[in-house]
């Protein structure tokens, strides 16, 4: 008997029918305009344009211009690109300026698709940033995507790393602009890091459409953005600390994989102990319980995670003596993406590698408080629908499954799951033998460069050929992934998301008409055109023919959407194709979070070595354990949001008083409010109300006023005085101040004493802030003891977090009023002194200039002088110090060229 709730679905569709439905009228009211702008000439694009942005200023909703601005978009589109977008595409485009998700399948063209609402919603003149994953996609969408923009009479914008400044604040003044998540983020902590504003970039965060929005607002979402600065050089200890783990035993210390945590056994502190005794770490007479060895025993924590937790070419690989991060989600290489607390130097020192400073917060931000600066945020991806809950609690957006604009011919396989990894790799090896023997193209996906290189190692020993895309293979990307759809092709890839370049069957005429062009620049590109569309369009056929595009997936990941993702780079756009995932249960999500019973019933069914079971329960089950692990996640996002949001509050009011500050002609009254208050804390401290005379610290008040103020006026005589009150005193210091600072003004002249004073106040709440986010981290790391106490650990933070930013905004006040105190004007002579001291300096550095340039040229002429001497064979070259250049001419010192150590 069918539930009320499947019958309800039955006759009036689910929610998202409903959505999608409520579109068709407006997809509609766009077709029936779209005669009448075909018949506009390209001027005529520009006119309308400049027609429906006049509309948006003058009070017009952009909502009603919607379809006029669709249906001119797509003809200018049309025109640009020859593509005219499919009603489904328009869809997707209102459901994106409505401000929801819109999901829709690999191939089904998003990048088009955010034109639409991108070119509305840049009619008010405020701007819209649309955001990618990488800077490859960035600079190639604003590229292809502003012929659209252009014709329509908008300009284009794309941000990257180390860009001009003049250039990128020119992109960011752009109608569109083409960001990564990234640089966006780090732009938006820079900017509130100038100290003029013509320094900054960024316009008010008008709209934003993120592409692969799950991979930045859910998979990066767990790590802050942070700005940072270095610290003190520790390295000495991370290298002597690394010596001491590979010698601790199992029974030493614990590990949770599900976490990622390491501790230390009550009898492995004891070890350590001894050992970090002999190697002088540890102190005579302390333990690693007292709270002064609280850091030692923090890096010795991040040692062992180092080494226990993180695997090399898997986590992290090693390029050019330097520990390389590898995004789990997309496999990519993160430069410059460094691991905090230390645990980036302890593999540094794990893996031999120079080890780096750690560094000290100079500002930071998540990404969910980043995004939500937006007044209208959306995004596209293929996959959102299994995390709809988290981007509707988080960030207010619904998720609408836009239906695609053929039906999907996919076949999608139920799992083989094997007992063993060993089984599981022989099972995969006889699939791709099997499907590679029919012509059909195989993209096996695994989750590790390691299990790549495996698998590798097992096709070429079967005499497969293939192509790797991993982050070793980075630069190759777009073109390995343009090339997994040709007949007979294998394509073994760590992580499918987000790459940006479609498998297309048969292979990618755009790419293939590139590299030919490359290869014979001379020849006619339309011929060739011509040529290589009608080879594409032959093999197309023949890979229909073989079944398609076979995704083979070694392993399920944490998210079903990372697997889904996979699975949709088959069938694209009603092609057919297959998948299939190969499991066994030594997998990590087997291992780590999958049910002991699959294990029991698999032994009970009595299965043999090499065999696998397939049956639509297993995979229920491990949906369900997939599931699981991303409630968790989701948690561990909500907890850091909760987190974040108690200094977001207090992050939204230094930045909005920095731009007040910056925006501001005349300081002086905030100084003048600041020394006041000021002035009137000390007199509470050292007069305090409903107090007698003779309790008052008279002396005290005199040595602070000074030492604050930097004025010397008779505080004792005053108080002495018949019938003065802390009142009294109050006001006669208060003038005090005022005029020496009325003096100080007159001395330095109008101008520059404003300029001193903006200047000033912006260094001194940077320097405060700074110090405030070092003590909330801290705070952090130790509020979630409080739990022990039946305490809440958030409600812990919020209120000491609160008294903490009261205490730096009291500290703040102290400090302006103290250095505005202590600045003078120079006299003459100081100024030509610092001058004389400059040039000093400048003449020195040109000198140190001369003498590296002519340093090879010295090495090469004592060379020469030696008897015997050949720069290019060591053997002749004696005995150079470590400190000298090196003989070979490079110009680098010896121990950094042909004496470096291995």
Same mark, same amino acid.
């Given at each position: 008997?069918?539930?009320?709730?499947?019958?309800?679905?039955?006759?009036?569709?689910?929610?998202?029918?409903?959505?999608?439905?409520?579109?068709?009228?407006?997809?509609?009211?766009?077709?029936?305009?779209?005669?009448?702008?075909?018949?506009?000439?390209?001027?005529?694009?520009?006119?309308?344009?400049?027609?429906?942005?006049?509309?948006?200023?003058?009070?017009?909703?952009?909502?009603?211009?919607?379809?006029?601005?669709?249906?001119?978009?797509?003809?200018?589109?049309?025109?640009?690109?020859?593509?005219?977008?499919?009603?489904?595409?328009?869809?997707?485009?209102?459901?994106?300026?409505?401000?929801?998700?819109?999901?829709?399948?690999?191939?089904?063209?998003?990048?088009?698709?955010?034109?639409?609402?991108?070119?509305?919603?840049?009619?008010?003149?405020?701007?819209?940033?649309?955001?990618?994953?990488?800077?490859?996609?960035?600079?190639?969408?604003?590229?292809?995507?502003?012929?659209?923009?252009?014709?329509?009479?908008?300009?284009?914008?794309?941000?990257?790393?180390?860009?001009?400044?003049?250039?990128?604040?020119?992109?960011?003044?752009?109608?569109?602009?083409?960001?990564?998540?990234?640089?966006?983020?780090?732009?938006?902590?820079?900017?509130?890091?100038?100290?003029?504003?013509?320094?900054?970039?960024?316009?008010?965060?008008?709209?934003?459409?993120?592409?692969?929005?799950?991979?930045?607002?859910?998979?990066?979402?767990?790590?802050?953005?942070?700005?940072?600065?270095?610290?003190?050089?520790?390295?000495?200890?991370?290298?002597?600390?690394?010596?001491?783990?590979?010698?601790?035993?199992?029974?030493?210390?614990?590990?949770?994989?599900?976490?990622?945590?390491?501790?230390?056994?009550?009898?492995?502190?004891?070890?350590?102990?001894?050992?970090?005794?002999?190697?002088?770490?540890?102190?005579?007479?302390?333990?690693?319980?007292?709270?002064?060895?609280?850091?030692?025993?923090?890096?010795?924590?991040?040692?062992?995670?180092?080494?226990?937790?993180?695997?090399?070419?898997?986590?992290?690989?090693?390029?050019?003596?330097?520990?390389?991060?590898?995004?789990?989600?997309?496999?990519?290489?993160?430069?410059?993406?460094?691991?905090?607390?230390?645990?980036?130097?302890?593999?540094?020192?794990?893996?031999?590698?120079?080890?780096?400073?750690?560094?000290?917060?100079?500002?930071?931000?998540?990404?969910?408080?980043?995004?939500?600066?937006?007044?209208?945020?959306?995004?596209?991806?293929?996959?959102?629908? @299994?995390?709809?809950?988290?981007?509707?609690?988080?960030?207010?957006?619904?998720?609408?499954?836009?239906? @695609?604009?053929?039906?999907?011919?996919?076949?999608?396989?139920?799992?083989?799951?094997?007992?063993?990894?060993?089984?599981?790799?022989?099972?995969?090896?006889?699939?791709?033998?099997?499907?590679?023997?029919?012509?059909?193209?195989?993209?096996?996906?695994?989750?590790?460069?390691?299990?790549?290189?495996?698998?590798?190692?097992?096709?070429?020993?079967?005499?497969?050929?293939?192509?790797?895309?991993?982050?070793?293979?980075?630069?190759?990307?777009?073109?390995?992934?343009?090339?997994?759809?040709?007949?007979?092709?294998?394509?073994?890839?760590?992580?499918?998301?987000?790459?940006?370049?479609?498998?297309?069957?048969?292979?990618?005429?755009?790419?293939?008409?590139?590299?030919?062009?490359?290869?014979?620049?001379?020849?006619?590109?339309?011929?060739?055109?011509?040529?290589?569309?009608?080879?594409?369009?032959?093999?197309?056929?023949?890979?229909?023919?073989?079944?398609?595009?076979?995704?083979?997936?070694?392993?399920?990941?944490?998210?079903?959407?990372?697997?889904?993702?996979?699975?949709?780079?088959?069938?694209?756009?009603?092609?057919?194709?297959?998948?299939?995932?190969?499991?066994?249960?030594?997998?990590?999500?087997?291992?780590?979070?999958?049910?002991?019973?699959?294990?029991?019933?698999?032994?009970?069914?009595?299965?043999?070595?090499?065999?696998?079971?397939?049956?639509?329960?297993?995979?229920?089950?491990?949906?369900?354990?997939?599931?699981?692990?991303?409630?968790?996640?989701?948690?561990?996002?909500?907890?850091?949001?909760?987190?974040?949001?108690?200094?977001?509050?207090?992050?939204?009011?230094?930045?909005?008083?920095?731009?007040?500050?910056?925006?501001?002609?005349?300081?002086?009254?905030?100084?003048?409010?600041?020394?006041?208050?000021?002035?009137?804390?000390?007199?509470?401290?050292?007069?305090?109300?409903?107090?007698?005379?003779?309790?008052?610290? @008279?002396?005290?008040?005199?040595?602070?006023?000074?030492?604050?103020?930097?004025?010397?006026?008779?505080?004792?005589?005053?108080?002495?005085?018949?019938?003065?009150?802390?009142?009294?005193?109050?006001?006669?210091?208060?003038?005090?101040?005022?005029?020496?600072?009325?003096?100080?003004?007159?001395?330095?002249?109008?101008?520059?004493?404003?300029?001193?004073?903006?200047?000033?106040?912006?260094?001194?709440?940077?320097?405060?802030?700074?110090?405030?986010?070092?003590?909330?981290?801290?705070?952090?790391?130790?509020?979630?003891?409080?739990?022990?106490?039946?305490?809440?650990?958030?409600?812990?933070?919020?209120?000491?977090?609160?008294?903490?930013?009261?205490?730096?905004?009291?500290?703040?006040?102290?400090?302006?009023?103290?250095?505005?105190?202590?600045?003078?004007?120079?006299?003459?002579?100081?100024?030509?002194?610092?001058?004389?001291?400059?040039?000093?300096?400048?003449?020195?550095?040109?000198?140190?200039?001369?003498?590296?340039?002519?340093?090879?040229?010295?090495?090469?002429?004592?060379?020469?002088?030696?008897?015997?001497?050949?720069?290019?064979?060591?053997?002749?070259?004696?005995?150079?110090?470590?400190?000298?250049?090196?003989?070979?001419?490079?110009?680098?010192?010896?121990?950094?060229?042909?004496?470096?150590?291995?």
């Amino acid at each position: 008997m069918l539930g009320f709730g499947t019958i309800a679905k039955k006759v009036f569709g689910t929610a998202n029918d409903r959505k999608v439905k409520a579109t068709r009228p407006l997809v509609a009211k766009i077709n029936d305009l779209e005669p009448e702008y075909e018949a506009l000439t390209d001027e005529g694009i520009k006119q309308k344009t400049e027609e429906l942005a006049k509309r948006a200023m003058g009070g017009e909703s952009i909502d009603a211009l919607l379809p006029e601005a669709f249906a001119n978009c797509r003809e200018a589109a049309k025109r640009a690109l020859g593509l005219r977008a499919f009603d489904t595409q328009l869809m997707g485009g209102i459901f994106l300026h409505q401000g929801n998700i819109s999901e829709m399948k690999t191939g089904e063209g998003k990048t088009l698709v955010a034109t639409f609402p991108a070119y509305l919603n840049a009619l008010s003149g405020n701007g819209v940033h649309i955001v990618t994953v990488n800077d490859y996609l960035a600079r190639r969408d604003s590229e292809w995507m502003s012929k659209v923009y252009g014709a329509l009479g908008l300009t284009t914008g794309v941000i990257y790393p180390q860009q001009p400044e003049d250039e990128k604040k020119a992109a960011y003044a752009c109608d569109v602009t083409y960001a990564t998540n990234n640089e966006l983020g780090f732009d938006y902590l820079r900017d509130n890091m100038k100290a003029e504003l013509s320094q900054m970039f960024q316009r008010d965060h008008n709209f934003a459409i993120v592409d692969e929005v799950d991979s930045i607002l859910i998979d990066e979402a767990r790590t802050p953005l942070i700005i940072s600065g270095p610290a003190q050089d520790r390295s000495e200890m991370y290298a002597t600390i690394d010596k001491i783990v590979p010698e601790v035993s199992e029974d030493h210390f614990t590990l949770d994989e599900k976490t990622r945590q390491a501790t230390f056994t009550d009898e492995g502190n004891d070890f350590l102990e001894q050992r970090l005794s002999a190697a002088g770490l540890l102190p005579e007479g302390q333990t690693l319980y007292d709270p002064e060895s609280a850091t030692l025993v923090h890096h010795i924590n991040q040692a062992l995670r180092a080494h226990k937790l993180f695997t090399k070419d898997k986590d992290y690989i090693v390029r050019d003596d330097e520990v390389v991060l590898i995004d789990e989600f997309t496999g990519r290489m993160m430069a410059g993406r460094r691991l905090s607390d230390g645990l980036h130097q302890a593999i540094e020192a794990k893996e031999g590698c120079s080890i780096k400073p750690e560094n000290v917060t100079l500002a930071s931000v998540t990404f969910q408080n980043y995004f939500r600066l937006y007044n209208k945020l959306a995004g596209m991806t293929g996959t959102a629908a @299994t995390e709809a809950e988290e981007f509707q609690e988080i960030y207010g957006l619904g998720v609408v499954e836009v239906p @695609t604009n053929r039906p999907i011919a996919r076949a999608d396989e139920d799992d083989q799951v094997y007992r063993t990894a060993a089984e599981k790799f022989t099972g995969i090896v006889e699939e791709i033998k099997e499907a590679h023997a029919n012509g059909q193209p195989i993209l096996v996906g695994t989750t590790s460069i390691e299990k790549s290189e495996e698998l590798a190692r097992l096709l070429e020993a079967q005499g497969i050929t293939f192509n790797v895309l991993n982050a070793r293979q980075h630069e190759q990307e777009a073109q390995i992934v343009a090339d997994a759809g040709k007949l007979n092709a294998v394509t073994i890839a760590t992580n499918m998301a987000g790459r940006g370049t479609d498998i297309q069957l048969g292979g990618n005429v755009e790419m293939r008409v590139l590299q030919a062009v490359a290869d014979d620049p001379e020849a006619d590109i339309e011929a060739l055109r011509e040529k290589i569309e009608a080879e594409v369009a032959d093999e197309k056929e023949k890979v229909k023919a073989a079944g398609g595009l076979f995704v083979l997936a070694t392993e399920r990941h944490e998210s079903r959407r990372i697997d889904n993702q996979l699975r949709g780079r088959s069938g694209r756009q009603g092609d057919p194709g297959r998948s299939a995932f190969f499991l066994s249960l030594e997998d990590d999500l087997m291992r780590i979070f999958g049910s002991e019973r699959l294990d029991k019933v698999l032994s009970g069914l009595g299965m043999k070595e090499g065999e696998a079971i397939v049956h639509p329960w297993v995979n229920k089950s491990l949906e369900r354990a997939q599931a699981k692990v991303e409630g968790r996640n989701f948690d561990i996002r909500k907890q850091l949001l909760k987190f974040d949001d108690v200094m977001n509050d207090q992050r939204k009011v230094i930045f909005s008083q920095r731009r007040e500050i910056m925006e501001a002609k005349n300081l002086s009254d905030v100084t003048k409010d600041m020394r006041d208050q000021v002035i009137d804390d000390l007199v509470h401290d050292y007069m305090p109300p409903k107090t007698y005379a003779d309790q008052w610290n @008279t002396e005290a008040l005199y040595a602070s006023v000074i030492e604050n103020i930097g004025i010397d006026v008779p505080v004792m005589a005053w108080a002495d005085e018949e019938g003065v009150d802390d009142d009294d005193i109050r006001e006669r210091l208060e003038e005090a101040a005022d005029a020496y600072m009325a003096e100080k003004a007159e001395a330095f002249g109008d101008d520059t004493m404003r300029s001193v004073e903006k200047q000033l106040l912006l260094q001194t709440i940077d320097a405060k802030w700074r110090e405030h986010l070092l003590t909330l981290e801290h705070l952090r790391s130790v509020v979630g003891f409080r739990s022990y106490a039946q305490r809440d650990p958030l409600n812990e933070y919020k209120t000491e977090g609160f008294q903490l930013f009261e205490s730096m905004l009291d500290g703040l006040r102290t400090d302006v009023t103290n250095k505005l105190s202590k600045i003078r004007p120079m006299s003459k002579e100081e100024q030509e002194q610092m001058i004389a001291q400059i040039r000093q300096q400048q003449q020195q550095a040109a000198a140190q200039a001369a003498a590296a340039a002519a340093a090879p040229a010295a090495a090469a002429a004592i060379g020469e002088a030696r008897e015997g001497f050949d720069e290019n064979d060591p053997a002749t070259w004696g005995n150079p110090g470590r400190n000298d250049s090196c003989p070979c001419g490079s110009g680098k010192k010896f121990k950094h060229c042909h004496g470096r150590l291995a």
